[in-house]
């Protein structure tokens, strides 16, 4: 099945800096790369995501850039702020998955943005 | 909007007792997941529904079991539950578009399962 690693696991940073959050995948089919952010005690909401068809994505701070020949992504965040602080998931699609979202999660990175 | 609604919030049970979560998708959406997150990990892919029959499965054992129902609704039972099922249990819903496909999933906020 789909192997999806994610590091580092722990993150800290100023506030104002950039923080950049990186997975590998397995399955060279995978087409689908959401990103989510998960507050204590909150639902995963999702932030971001990215398709095969493009290499890079940018929402206001938020960017996430696509290697598929090296088969990884990664979260780009910049100038962090308090609120960024939380827990960030990146996930690929379940192999056999339709389109329906069956996915495959990292582990996790906590990022901690210093004020 | 509605969206993905989740119930109980919080359940405490004992080993080898049963429970039963549930879960009612985003308006217009037609597909269920359900996922399991222990605590400091990420969520674990259990099954999906839709069609109102379970269309993919992960690493969990028949203990593990689903429906869903002509309304999407689904629920998540679990049978002669152990200590390391404590977890949120999240559901998720989705819809397929056909071309282009933006279809999205949303998290709903999750039923705590703590077993004693």
């Known amino acids: 099945g789909e192997n999806v690693e994610q590091h580092p696991s722990t993150l800290s940073v100023q506030e104002g800096d950039s923080a950049v959050i990186k997975c590998t995948y397995s399955?060279?089919?995978?087409?689908?790369f959401p990103w989510y952010k998960q507050e204590l005690g909150k639902r995963p909401q999702l932030i971001i995501d990215?398709?095969?068809?493009?290499g890079e994505k940018k929402d206001q701070r938020i960017a996430v850039t696509l290697n598929k020949t090296a088969k990884h992504f990664s979260l780009h965040i910049t100038e962090t702020q308090p609120e960024d602080s939380a827990v960030y998931f990146c996930a690929a699609p379940r192999p056999g998955d339709t389109g329906r979202r069956a996915l495959t999660f990292g582990s996790g990175t906590r990022l901690q943005v210093q004020p | 909007d509605a969206g993905v609604t989740q119930s109980p919030t919080h359940l405490i049970k004992t080993r080898g007792q049963q429970v039963t979560l549930r879960c009612s998708p985003k308006?217009?959406?037609?597909?269920v997941s359900w996922y399991q997150q222990a605590l400091g990990q990420g969520p674990q892919f259990i099954f999906q529904y839709y069609e109102e029959e379970e269309r993919q499965r992960g690493n969990f054992p028949d203990r593990f079991s689903g429906h869903q129902f002509p309304n999407y609704s689904s629920e998540l039972n679990v049978n002669a539950l152990l200590l390391g099922d404590s977890a949120l249990y999240l559901c998720a819903s989705s819809l397929v578009f056909r071309v282009p496909s933006y279809n999205e999933q949303f998290f709903g906020p999750g039923t705590r399962l703590t077993v004693l």
């Open positions: 308006s217009g959406h037609d597909t």
């Open positions: 990215i398709r095969s068809n493009v």
């Open positions: 399955d060279s089919a995978s087409n689908y």
